[in-house]
């Protein structure tokens, strides 16, 4: 059947397009590389707040290694001029491998900045 | 404009209309996944692995339903040809994924090339269903010597339809789209963990019931009126063969997407294939009713 130059890209892009997923997907599965989560923040900054006796931080955690996380839990630490701690915590529902997901936390605006800490508390392999 | 050229421009048209068709298709489709949460998270929790061979597996069905239906307004079709659409099928379908999800803000720059093609893959896969039968959906209605309720098919598919190996890919493909619009979702695991033996019964009956219904009994446009004399032919046999595909195409979606694993006991994906199966029969049945 003689196919049109229409006919003929469409086919043309679609096969490179298949050949590309398919070719991504099974390179991912069999690269040589860890397989375990690694989260981290990548990126702190503060933000305008809502309230006036808070003040906002939006932060970005990446999870660089090879495996999605669900539940992932992040804790902010910091400690109040009284030496009294206070701590949030941001739970993202997934953290894809490999991606990053914004976040943002309120502390009171007198905490000491120095002692501002964040660390991941837990998340679940899915 | 020469005799030649006018001839190309209305090729080039009537491809068009064909890519459009398919396009309109996949979209009404493959919307409902394209908008579920579940689908997008299957994206990046399934191995890639197992995103490779499930699209290896659904090409075969996409071929299938090619040959039964196709988004072209070809007739006859050779294995070379059917490829040759299947393969654009599976492209129009991932494009069109691709460029929904980046309008709904799923796909962005923060995720990883691993996130987006696992998320578009697994969502295209509903909308390359839409737009291998767009066809046979949504062309204009044709002058039929069969009289009204023939016409959206193009003629020389309607004695194809009728052989059982049609009925029976049919009754695949239909189970396999509706069982995937439901297997991600949490709700079937709420359901089959609620369900007695007598409540899974009652299902098993009704999945049956409304299947026969449906294709034999209740005279739909498109079921059955003729029955012939092959064992598989006969309406209640079709009926329980076509329920069994339908549970297995059921099992193995829940496989796939993890909702059962090999750890949990047999019991458990006895329960979810029997929930599962049930929108999975209703697709098999709606499946030879209306290509």
């Known amino acids: 059947m003689k196919r049109g130059y229409l006919e003929l890209l469409v086919f043309t892009l679609s096969s490179l397009l298949i050949a590309f997923v398919v070719g991504y997907l099974l390179y991912y599965e069999f690269a040589p590389e860890s397989k375990d989560p690694h989260i981290e923040i990548v990126k702190v900054s503060q933000a305008e707040s809502s309230r006036p006796d808070q003040r906002a931080l939006t932060f970005v955690a990446r999870n660089s290694g090879e495996v999605s996380v669900a539940s992932a839990m992040i804790e902010f630490s910091a400690q109040l001029p009284d030496g009294k701690e206070v701590t949030r915590t941001v739970t993202f529902a997934f953290l894809p491998k490999g991606s990053e997901r914004k976040g943002r936390v309120q502390l009171p605006l007198d905490v000491v900045e120095s002692t501002i800490k964040y660390t991941v508390v837990s998340f679940i392999l899915p | ?291």
């Open chain 2, 1 to 291: 404009m020469t005799r030649a050229e006018d001839q190309t421009r209305r090729e080039t048209q009537s491809q068009l209309k064909d890519y459009g068709r398919g396009l309109a298709g996949g979209l009404l489709f493959g919307l409902p996944l394209l908008l579920t949460q579940e689908v997008w998270y299957s994206g990046f929790i399934l191995r890639p692995l197992h995103i490779a061979i499930f699209l290896t597996i659904h090409f075969v069905v996409l071929l299938g339903l090619v040959w039964v239906a196709g988004f072209k307004a070809e007739e006859e079709r050779g294995l070379g040809a059917l490829s040759f659409e299947a393969v654009e099928t599976l492209g129009l379908a991932l494009v069109e994924t691709a460029v929904v999800l980046l309008i709904f803000g799923r796909l962005n720059a923060q995720m990883a090339m691993i996130e987006m093609v696992g998320k578009v893959t697994i969502a295209a896969i509903p909308v390359s269903i839409g737009v291998a039968i767009a066809t046979s959906q949504m062309q204009a209605e044709q002058e039929s010597p069969d009289g009204p309720g023939h016409g959206n098919r193009p003629q020389s598919r309607e004695p194809r339809r009728q052989r059982t190996s049609v009925r029976y890919m049919l009754v695949v493909g239909g189970a396999a789209y509706m069982a995937y619009n439901f297997a991600p979702v949490q709700e079937m695991t709420v359901i089959a963990l609620s369900m007695t033996w007598l409540h899974q019964l009652a299902l098993m009956a009704l999945s049956l019931a409304v299947t026969f219904g449906l294709v034999f009994a209740l005279e739909f446009k498109g079921g059955t009126r003729e029955i012939r004399d092959g064992l598989l032919e006969q309406p209640w046999i079709e009926t329980f063969v076509s329920y069994a595909i339908s549970l297995v195409i059921a099992a193995g979606l829940l496989f796939f997407f993890g909702t059962w694993e090999p750890e949990d006991s047999l019991a458990s994906l006895v329960n979810h294939a029997i929930v599962l199966g049930f929108p999975s029969s209703l697709g098999a049945a709606a499946g030879r009713l209306l290509l």
